[in-house]
């Protein structure tokens, strides 16, 4: 996977170790266009959900923020439970999958529901080891290898909480699936799934290898088809229609648990993520075309009073493609390492 350059670009001060992260403001006018190209390094697509409206955005300012010291300082003794940690902040985790078969093929996969690989499985549990964050509540997509990454990477997790799949289909099966006991209610995870956070619908693409597409349409088409915001594949989704479903979903359902101070992990896929994306960052529409996320890697953001702070990938130095990667959370992730040992016993 290569290195998306205009990472290091446009979040270089992240890897900077300054204590400070810049914040745009948010400043929604009502323009009735999708994303538009006024200025491609001022426009910024959020959602057209609800009033069926973009927003302009203009960067206006940098806020200074410190590190939290609760969610990112190695501790030697499992952190409090959400009841001591600020109410007005919560953490948000987010995973591509681990390695699929079709990955490993090397095959457009979209919607059709292929399972993770041996690689994808060892990808999932260590994503779990990331951090010693408490988490309160998983959103996955509707496909399997999203929520094989989530219940694998809970396995891994410091805090040992199960995670149980809702399962919200049918009353009867919400009835069914009940559990009796606040303790062991206490001890688990919801992981709830939802079809708005799956894959980008690939269309006629689904099932070709990409290689030979390339070959066969042109390396420059099969690149728009992935990478461009709004060009769809033959009888498929453009990234700009799965985030129509995938952002709604993060407003609608996932940002009110963030704002409770609810601790958030979402396990999904590549577009469906930088769909996300784009919309925590404010990307533009230019810029999320070299935006690239590896298979396995979690991403860390933190919400503080309604907004986003990017705090990059407790992981280590060789992942080239690791979107944001900050030498200081990789020293965090190594001294979480270094004291496992104690904060699982
Ligand atoms: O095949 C797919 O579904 C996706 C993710 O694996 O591929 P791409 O990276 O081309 O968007």
């Not at 006024?38 to 200074?64: A, V």
């Not at 999203?146 to 891994?156: E, F, N, P, S």
């Not at 925590?280 to 590896?294: A, F, H, P, Q, R």
Request: glycine share 4%; with cysteine; proline share 5%.
């Amino acid at each position: 996977m290569s290195t998306a350059m205009s990472y290091q670009s446009i979040y270089s001060f992240v890897s900077q170790q300054s204590s400070t992260i810049s914040q745009s403001s948010r400043q929604p006018l009502l323009l009735p266009t999708k994303c538009l190209k006024i200025d491609s390094s001022l426009c910024y697509y959020t959602s057209r959900r609800k009033r069926n409206l973009s927003k302009i955005e203009t960067i206006s300012s940098q806020i200074s923020v410190s590190y939290n010291t609760t969610l990112l300082s190695p501790s030697k003794n499992i952190i409090p439970d959400n009841s001591q940690k600020k109410s007005n902040e919560a953490a948000l985790i987010l995973i591509r999958h681990g390695e699929s078969l079709w990955n490993a093929k090397n095959l457009f996969t979209g919607c059709v529901d292929v399972p993770l690989t041996e690689k994808g499985v060892e990808e999932a549990i260590e994503a779990g080891k990331i951090s010693n964050i408490p988490i309160d509540v998983i959103f996955t997509s509707s496909l399997i290898r999203a929520q094989m990454t989530a219940v694998l990477a809970m396995i891994q997790h410091r805090r040992k909480k199960v995670p149980i799949i809702l399962h919200n289909e049918s009353d009867q099966a919400k009835s069914w699936s009940q559990v009796f006991s606040e303790e062991t209610k206490d001890q688990s995870v919801p992981v709830i799934p939802a079809w708005q956070l799956n894959e980008r619908m690939y269309g006629e693409l689904q099932g070709l290898n990409k290689q030979e597409t390339a070959e066969r349409y042109g390396k420059q088409q099969v690149h728009e088809w992935r990478r461009s915001y709004d060009i769809p594949p033959p009888k498929g989704e453009s990234l700009e229609m799965c985030a129509e479903r995938a952002v709604a979903y993060f407003e609608e359902n996932i940002e009110p648990k963030l704002a409770a101070g609810k601790n958030v992990m979402i396990a999904a896929h590549g577009n469906s993520l930088r769909s996300i994306i784009m919309y925590l960052d404010k990307l533009t529409c230019k810029e999320v075309i070299s935006l690239e996320l590896s298979t396995g890697i979690p991403l860390l953001y933190i919400f503080k009073d309604g907004k986003f702070m990017k705090r990059g990938s407790p992981v280590g130095p060789t992942e080239a493609g690791v979107y944001a990667y900050t030498k200081r959370l990789a020293q965090y992730r190594q001294k979480l390492d270094e004291s496992s040992e104690v904060i699982c016993s």
